[in-house]
């Protein structure tokens, strides 16, 4: 049990459109899913928490206005970068959780390319 | 505070021999440990956690970490490794309070030769 799925794996596009991606927990309701952004060769840099039900919380240095996450539901939440440019580019991964003091489960990651 | 370090950022062994994978914590409280492993262009998937109860703990895949608080360390071993083990490994704490956030290691690149 406990499987994210996250969507598209890949995404490329043109420099100024919007680009969504989705974070499912497919076995589980996750009250909280996270939202990380990995540069080549790097560990993971925690963007944002999202609640079900609730605004986002983003890390310091994260532009909430550039990086959308609406968590509607206990088993989607997604990510929309918006007017998005190369420097964009990057691996997201998203990950899920049943609550407190529950181990974070993470998604296969989304590779977004920005031309 | 809590933060994690991970002492190799590259390790290389060979096919049927013990690996060993160094972390150590900081803490000011008695943490949850995890670690993680991630194939290449993959999400990461949880090998083992600590959570206070046995100090060694066994993961998935015949790996296994002992939390030693004397030496603040949290390594992961194997006892034989596998060419499918070649991944990036994360030693990674879990923050303070109840937000849940984890803190990652810079990760640990395992090579296996054959």
């Known amino acids: 049990g406990a499987v994210v799925s996250q969507h598209p794996s890949r995404v490329i596009c043109k420099s100024g459109t919007s680009v969504k991606i989705e974070c499912r927990s497919l076995d589980f309701q996750a009250t909280t899913m996270f939202w990380y952004r990995q540069f080549p060769k790097q560990s993971l840099m925690l963007m944002a928490t999202s609640n079900e039900g609730s605004k986002a919380t983003y890390e310091q240095g994260v532009e909430k206005d550039k990086f959308l996450i609406n968590h509607a539901s206990l088993t989607l939440s997604t990510l929309t970068v918006t007017s998005a440019h190369p420097e964009d580019s990057s691996f997201y991964i998203c990950?899920?959780?049943?609550?407190?003091?529950?181990?974070?489960?993470f998604g296969d990651g989304t590779r977004l390319s920005i031309l | 505070a809590q933060s994690v370090t991970q002492l190799d950022s590259h390790v290389s062994v060979s096919e049927g021999t013990p690996v060993l994978l160094r972390c150590n914590y900081s803490?000011?409280?008695?943490?949850?440990l995890f670690w993680y492993v991630q194939h290449p262009n993959k999400g990461l998937q949880l090998l083992l956690k600590y959570t206070s109860a046995a100090t060694l703990v066994k993961g998935i895949n015949g790996f296994e970490a002992e939390f030693k608080k004397s030496e603040t360390s949290f390594h992961l071993t194997k006892p034989s490794a596998h060419m499918s083990d070649a991944a990036e490994y994360f030693c990674?704490?879990?923050?303070?309070?109840?937000?849940?956030?984890?803190?990652f290691g810079q990760g640990t690149t395992l090579q296996v030769k054959p």
């Open positions: 990950s899920a959780r049943k609550g407190l003091n529950q181990p974070q489960h």
């Open positions: 803490s000011s409280y008695s943490p949850s």
């Open positions: 990674v704490v879990s923050g303070s309070g109840n937000t849940g956030k984890l803190i």
